[in-house]
């Protein structure tokens, strides 16, 4: 799709220079955290045909307005972190910048809210919570760059979820404009859990109320283990302890965090266990069940002097990824119970390329952050080759129970393996009744088709590709 000029004039009249359509910005908004293999992009309108940035929920109004009349896709954008691409259009239309998004803060200490806009990033918002003594329930490893907003459009996990739950269980309300141009507020007596992973396909997020707690200390330890088996095991006993957090990484990226930040780390699987401790005798306690967790499960405790520094360079895994010339990510949502096998299976195909960061987000379930990292720019069939991989190791249907962390545009289709047929069903209910014409930042959810064969949709086909070329 190209903006008819009448299309343009609109946008341009009601939003004047917080539209732009020059060559560098729209090469900016074309992609997120992970760029798309150029083979992908003969078939995708992944470059848009203009960028807003949106100020208020009423220049959000407007958009939606122009846009049902214009029939022009939608696709909202916030920090773009993620590797999914959630905020990547498919079919070319606008680009809404929500970052710009008046800004507003505000604690109920009874209730224990603070309400916000999307656009905030996590370590500002926590900032400002930590100086009225509380904090975060929970929040992304991508704290210094992901968004409130963006987290939640993603169905997000992370720091805290193990103990408190993911985006959905931090949400009190919701601020929403929907695609028919209504505002509408949504409270736990309503379907929260609808916006919660649809990437913005029912609608723009304009303020969010989320859930906090008292800014409590936390302690840490630290561990590392042999193998795999003696990691799941670990975690396992781990999680019994009821921590805060549970991270841990692969024997390839503690090397990588040695080099980086000169530390001497054991070569192993490490894992960093936190928990909320108000007390010394609480520590005491906690000290005791780590103990005894790593005695019996094989592992070996971490020398003290490394693990607050560790803990602090944990928010800085993004920076790892940008000290490499190229890459490919994914992300998988795993059982400890029946994810051993395919644990060694992704270190065998990916042997030597392949860096694991994972958190656990409850007590029986990690999420596992894949990063291929390449010492010099690949070619785009060996990215493709890759890519397909990767997509293969996230999707495929086997005993280890694994889904795809979030859809995007890579993993639309695979809703209903995240959230249930029941959860997809209602989805699919409520976007016929709020965006019958599908604007709302199309293909993200419901497999899209290719730009120039509408007849097939793009998960058969990338599945099907996954399967012949591999």
């Known amino acids: 799709m190209t903006l008819k000029k009448t299309t343009r004039t609109s946008f341009t009249r009601h939003l004047g220079k917080n539209f732009k359509d020059d060559y560098t910005t729209l090469q900016v908004y074309s992609r997120d955290m992970a760029d798309l293999p150029k083979q992908v992009k003969l078939f995708i309108g992944n470059v848009p045909d203009g960028v ?12 939606y307005q122009i846009a049902n009349e214009t029939k022009v896709p939608i696709t909202q954008r916030s920090g773009g972190t993620a590797g999914f691409g959630g905020s990547v259009p498919y079919k070319k239309g606008v680009v809404v910048d929500t970052k710009g998004l008046e800004h507003h803060f505000l604690v109920d200490p009874l209730e224990l809210t603070v309400t916000t806009n999307p656009s905030v990033v996590f370590s500002d918002l926590q900032r400002q919570l930590n100086l009225e003594g509380f904090s975060l329930c929970a929040y992304p490893s991508s704290f210094h760059s992901a968004t409130v907003g963006g987290w939640i459009a993603h169905g997000g996990h992370g720091i805290g979820s193990i103990q408190y739950g993911g985006a959905l269980e931090q949400i009190a309300a ?16 309503d379907d929260i859990s609808l916006f919660v992973g649809s990437h913005g396909t029912l609608g723009t997020i304009t303020e969010v109320a989320l859930r906090l707690k008292f800014d409590i200390p936390l302690k840490h330890q630290g561990c590392t283990f042999d193998s795999p088996a003696e990691l799941l095991n670990g975690l396992k006993h781990l999680a019994e302890i009821k921590p805060f957090s549970i991270w841990f990484l692969n024997p390839d990226h503690v090397a990588l965090f040695n080099e980086l930040f000169g530390y001497n780390l054991p070569r192993s699987y490490l894992a960093i266990i936190s928990k909320e401790v108000s007390f010394e005798e609480e520590e005491q306690q906690f000290n005791t069940l780590f103990n005894n967790a790593i005695r019996s499960s094989g592992g070996q405790i ?48 990916f042997r030597g390329k392949i ?40 999707t495929k249907r086997s005993k280890s129970k694994r889904t795809p962390y979030s859809t995007g545009l890579w993993f639309s289709g695979y809703y209903s393996s995240i ?23 199309p293909g993200k959810v419901i497999s899209p088709k290719f730009r120039f064969l509408p007849i097939i949709k793009l998960k058969p ?10």
Do not use: C
């Open 355 to 394: 860096h694991l960061e994972g958190e656990m987000i409850s007590p029986t379930h990690y999420a596992l952050l894949v990063y291929l990292l390449f010492d010099e720019k690949i070619s785009d069939i060996k990215k493709m080759i890759l890519f397909l991989k990767l997509y293969k190791v996230t």
């Open 174 to 189: 919701l601020e929403v404009v929907l695609p028919t141009g209504e505002i509408k507020r949504y409270t736990e007596e």
């Open 461 to 470: 086909i990338v599945k099907l590709a996954s399967k012949l070329m591999l």
């Open 302 to 349: 971490l020398d003290r002097r490394y693990i607050k520094d560790i803990w602090d360079f944990r928010f800085k895994g993004f920076t790892l990824i940008g000290e490499s010339p190229d890459y490919l990510v994914t992300e998988v949502i795993l059982p400890i119970e029946t994810s051993e096998r395919y644990f060694r299976k992704l270190i065998s195909k």
């Open 52 to 63: 807003i940035q949106v100020r208020t929920k009423e220049d959000m109004q407007k958009i």
């Open 419 to 441: 959230y249930g047929k029941d959860q997809y069903k209602k989805y699919l209910e409520f976007k016929k009744k709020v965006d019958p014409k599908n604007i709302s930042n």
